[in-house]
């Protein structure tokens, strides 16, 4: 999909406000080397590139990357500001406990201080962005209706999917938005949250079975699978955006996600020890976390440029003491940190020996370990190991520096030992040396043999934070060493090799996930703990998988009793930061705006607080208002 954005970026011109003023286009062109829509939808082929530009909407921001014959007006925003995962960051990241940001440029300051008024370039670019790919939308499915070629209807599934994906996030951040699905010369009607969330709900219902089938399509692209995990982050929104509670239906759609082909990946290429790090390196569309997306967009360092996407968040994290080179890029642009709430949000490395044993399952038996290294000495009572199945036990133990043995039910009658140090017990053997640390232990009554694996206090991995010269503690925004700095995003691949764009003035290689597996193991236990229905016990195997992943090993898993909501929403906090959700999340739990939850500099005070509730959504932006009377401003702008 890279190659063939890069080869057809040019479909249709657009008005802004959700409307084509599509009769001055409607005439051959002059010069016979420009594409005309005749020559767009002559065949399956070509409608296939002309697809390419509807991805290309949500990736670059006009004909010339990175910069150059833009989609929108260059003269209502810098062009690089519109790009659409730049925008999301900024509204859905910037304006919450996850960022903030030390450029000065006019509104943005605005966002994270939470004070930003209905002429706000950076909610304008966004609102203006999303209009005209659901424009592009309209008329790719208008024109490639025409064509009878079984694959087509493919793609019209696909760009009814993206068009979902645009009202999806319009009522998110803005709400009450015109549904326009056909070109028109008109100026659309207001339509409700609840209306267009229908909309949103009945489009991608009827493409279920349109789509390709899961991990059957080029990867960059769509298939069903995408439209059941927008379902499921729709259905767990659904009661915030039309008062109807609709977990159980989020359950249903995210156990057709979970049994689906997608897998979580756990292949740490680079051997860093956790395999969280390749979801957001140079090489992630083919070093297995490409089988975590399902829906990522495509960026390339040469063909696929611009100042939005993972270029920004790489060279825009980068400043203070950080070697540019050592993530892959040539420059600092010295603008986005991390607050301590979300810092703060990691556990340290410290080992839960109780969460760990709960982790194992099965019931206390009555074989335990007895000896100067364990908790009791030598008189006991043994520290009991779990049965996990007949005859194998299994415990997690802090042992000192000495001597141990397995013992049944306290009684010398009954123990084993190691005689020739072989990881063989023999009955009544030699006492087992071991050096103080946490272990595992293992025992096979049936083999009669013994395990011991030592286990590091990892910590969770997902913490990549640059703190050199850097405070934790946030006094002023605009310096860039007050906050740490986020290494999340590279341009850097698995064997540790820049990616292609990684000269002057580089662009990077890395693709960026918009919906990933994770996030519906998320959605499913949010969804169950709020009476959707689902099973807890899955929902904690799905956390620890991601926990377990994290950490590098089982010491970060939880049991039944740690799942909580808040729990949930700081794991989504911890998996998913700087991912383009983290201001739906808090206003789903109605931290957002309330006092319930502060953060630094919310409300535009150092130590926070609450701002009026109509900043749940942003406001339609007042131009558009000017141009079309039949738009109302939402209430509190």
């Not at 089982?554 to 700087?578: C, H, K, M, P, Q």
Request: hydrophobic share 35%.
């Amino acid at each position: 999909m890279k190659n063939i954005i890069n080869k057809f970026l040019f479909i249709i011109t657009i008005g802004i406000g959700f409307t084509a003023c599509h009769d001055d286009l409607n005439q051959s062109p002059i010069d016979p080397d420009i594409f005309s829509e005749l020559d767009v939808y002559a065949n399956a082929e070509e409608a296939k590139s002309a697809l390419a530009k509807l991805y290309a909407g949500y990736a670059v921001t006009g004909q010339q990357g990175p910069a150059g014959t833009p989609d929108l007006d260059p003269n209502d925003i810098d062009e690089g500001f519109s790009q659409f995962t730049r925008s999301l960051f900024n509204l859905n990241e910037l304006t919450t406990d996850h960022a903030v940001c030390g450029w000065g440029d006019p509104g943005l300051p605005d966002l994270h201080g939470m004070y930003w008024s209905a002429s706000n370039d950076f909610s304008n670019a966004m609102y203006n962005r999303l209009g005209q790919e659901v424009s592009f939308c309209n008329s790719f499915i208008e024109q490639a209706s025409q064509l009878s070629d079984e694959v087509v209807q493919t793609y019209i599934a696909e760009a009814r999917f993206l068009r979902a994906y645009a009202y999806y996030n319009l009522i998110d951040l803005f709400a009450n938005v015109p549904l326009q699905t056909t070109v028109a010369t008109q100026l659309p009607q207001q339509n409700s949250r609840e209306e267009v969330f229908n909309f949103i709900e009945s489009e991608l219902l009827e493409i279920d079975e349109l789509l390709l089938p899961s991990r059957s399509n080029e990867y960059g692209r769509v298939d069903q699978v995408a439209a059941w995990a927008l379902l499921s982050r729709l259905y767990l929104n659904a009661e915030v955006w039309t008062g109807t509670p609709r977990y159980t239906d989020c359950i249903t759609y995210s156990n057709n996600v979970l049994n689906s082909s997608y897998t979580i990946n756990m292949t740490d290429a680079n051997g860093s020890g956790s395999a969280y790090d390749e979801l957001f390196l140079a090489d992630n569309d083919s070093n297995g976390a490409q089988n975590e997306f399902i829906f990522a967009l495509n960026f390339d360092g040469i063909q696929t440029q611009t100042y939005g996407g993972t270029t920004f968040l790489v060279h825009a994290a980068i400043g203070g003491s950080m070697v540019p080179a050592d993530y892959g890029v040539d420059s600092a642009w010295g603008g986005l940190r991390a607050t301590e709430n979300l810092v703060n949000k990691f556990e340290t490395g410290e080992i839960d020996i109780d969460a760990l044993n709960s982790s194992l399952g099965g019931n206390l038996s009555d074989w335990g370990l007895v000896g100067d290294a364990t908790e009791n000495s030598w008189d006991g009572p043994d520290m009991e190991m779990y049965e996990t199945s007949a005859n194998q036990f299994s415990l997690y133990a802090e042992l000192g520096d000495g001597f141990f043995k397995f013992r049944l039910n306290e009684d010398w009658g009954v123990n084993y030992g190691d005689t020739g140090v072989d990881g063989s017990l023999e009955s009544g053997g030699e006492n087992i040396a071991v050096t103080a640390g946490s272990y595992l232990i293992t025992f096979n009554l049936d083999a009669l043999t013994y395990s011991l694996t030592e286990i590091q206090p990892t910590g969770d991995q997902r913490a990549m934070f640059y703190t050199d010269g850097q405070s934790l503690e946030i006094e002023s925004i605009p310096p860039f060493n007050q906050g740490y700095a986020v290494t999340k995003f590279k341009n850097i691949d698995s064997n540790g090799n820049p990616g292609n764009g990684s000269g002057v003035d580089s662009r990077t290689d890395t693709d960026l996930p918009l919906i990933r597996l994770a996030e519906i193991y998320l959605n499913y236990a949010e969804a169950s703990l709020r009476g959707g229905g689902g099973d807890i016990g899955t929902a904690v195997n799905r956390i620890n998988e991601l926990r377990t992943r994290a950490y590098g090993n089982a010491s970060g898993n939880i049991s039944a009793g740690d799942l909580t909501l808040d729990f949930v929403l700081d794991e989504r906090s911890r998996e998913l930061y700087w991912e383009g959700q983290r201001r739906t999340d808090l206003v789903r739990y109605n931290y957002f705006t309330t006092s319930n939850y502060l953060w630094p500099f919310k409300g535009n005070q150092p130590g926070g607080v609450a701002v009026g509730s109509f900043r749940n959504v942003f406001p339609i932006p007042s131009n558009t208002l000017a141009t079309n009377p039949n738009l109302q401003q939402n209430t509190g702008y």
